[in-house]
């Protein structure tokens, strides 16, 4: 079973893998998306990675334009990480991408135009966008 201290490290790994043959050419934004039920029992939530074909801040369904996934599409969050509520999970996983995207060996997702994260049929918060002039929006865990 995964440890706290684990999950951040797989996340990472997982991310790296599913960039390291680049994005697309259209894809223009990625959406880590949560979902609730897990896929594992000792889980109560899960995290897919998508690529979508347009970015529009003003339109919050801009992440259903779905056009790439990579070759391992979800990941399980371990309860210990992600904790029993929806809100936690949402928090400490989208503080997780906030320093990856801030990390240089993550630069591709610099060459897209958005990066947003939210639950499956939920508000998406973005994360970063190149109109936001490379701020990255970061919450603490």
Known sequence: MLTVSDFPADFEAWLALSLANGLPSEVV????????????????????LIG??????NNPDWPCDEVWEPSQRSLTIPADFSGERW???????????????????????????????????????????????????????
């Not at 994360?127 to 490379?134: D, E, F, L, T, Y």
Request: with cysteine.
């Open 87 to 141: 809100e936690d999970c949402l928090e400490r996983t989208q503080t997780l991408l906030a320093r990856y995207v801030a990390d240089d060996r993550f630069r591709i997702l610099k060459g897209i135009q958005a990066i947003g994260i939210g639950f499956v049929d939920g508000e998406t918060h973005l994360v970063w966008s190149k109109a936001s002039q490379g701020e990255i929006a970061e919450t603490s865990v």
């Open 52 to 57: 979508v074909s347009s970015f529009d801040a």
């Open 29 to 48: 934004a990625i959406s880590p998306n949560l979902f609730q039920p897990a896929l594992k029992e000792d889980a109560r939530f899960g995290v897919e």
